[in-house]
């Protein structure tokens, strides 16, 4: 494997290396795992055979073929269930879920709830449970998705529900965005000394091919500007880049959004 896994007791959580940025997270406890959003197979397979592990089921946040292009492939060869959101056309899905449903995954003792979270895409789902959020391309380590489907106010509500969530808990994103998006996050916020921190620390990490991920809901809260938008200074830049102040912290959200469109 690339990369070591984070533990969280005596179950680990690792990512899966796909295409160039992607990463499929991996919950393993014993020998049974459970992959997010799979967009190849090949990784998978891979990890299950070098690892002597049975896949026991797959979860899915929205409908991209970088999330779901392995689904076929894995299910062919393993008899799991496979959970995603309703109504988001997703083929290979053998359970539809929306907000408030619970996902059971006992063969790992874990149970899940699931949150809708649309913007990056109208049917997009995130999964919350024993301290672990797994949000897709919804939240990113100093950043947020793209609109592909949904709209910068559902992309507002959906990020103002993650951050209310207990500090500590984990973001498992999938996306190693976090250089880039920190490079916008100096400019929406030139003064953040745990921005400036935190991105030390992330350029030492990828220094050594190591994942800057996870991330947790407090340190997001502390230096995403997608999660700051009240913040005199993202206001300000916010002005200075468009001419005009926001009327409040949803519209400086859809302004800021637009702005890392073109940045």
């Not at 970088?66 to 689904?71: A, S």
């Not at 059971?104 to 709830?113: I, N």
Request: some cysteine; aromatic content about 8%.
């Amino acid at each position: 494997m690339s990369f070591p896994a984070s533990g969280h007791g005596d179950l680990a959580v690792f990512p899966l290396p796909a295409f160039n940025d992607n990463y499929i997270w991996t919950l393993r406890r014993g020998d049974k795992a459970v992959v997010v959003d799979p967009g190849d197979a090949a990784p998978v397979e891979a990890c299950l055979a070098h690892e002597g592990l049975d896949l026991t089921a797959i979860l899915v946040t929205h409908h991209h073929a970088d999330h779901t292009g392995g689904i076929a492939r894995l299910t062919a060869r393993h008899d799991v269930p496979v959970y995603g959101p309703s109504g988001a056309g997703i083929q290979g899905l053998t359970h539809e879920v929306g907000d408030g449903d619970a996902v059971a995954l006992d063969a790992l003792g874990l149970r899940f709830e699931v949150l809708e979270v649309p913007g990056h895409t109208a049917t997009h789902i995130a999964y919350l449970g024993h301290g672990l959020l797994f949000p897709g391309d919804t939240l990113f380590s100093a950043g947020c998705g793209r609109l592909l489907g949904g709209t910068a106010e559902q992309l507002f509500a959906s990020l103002g529900r993650l951050a209310a969530l207990p500090g500590d808990t984990r973001v498992y994103c999938t996306h190693e965005y976090t250089l880039s998006n920190l490079k916008f996050a100096r400019a929406a916020e030139p003064r953040n000394a745990e921005r400036d921190a935190w991105a030390e620390e992330c350029e030492r990490l990828r220094a050594q091919g190591l994942p800057t991920l996870p991330s947790t809901i407090a340190r997001e809260r502390a230096i995403n500007p997608f999660l700051r938008t009240g913040e005199p200074q993202i206001v300000e830049a916010v002005t200075r880049h468009d001419g005009r102040a926001p009327a409040d912290a949803a519209e400086c959200f859809v302004r800021l959004r637009a702005w890392k469109d073109v940045f």
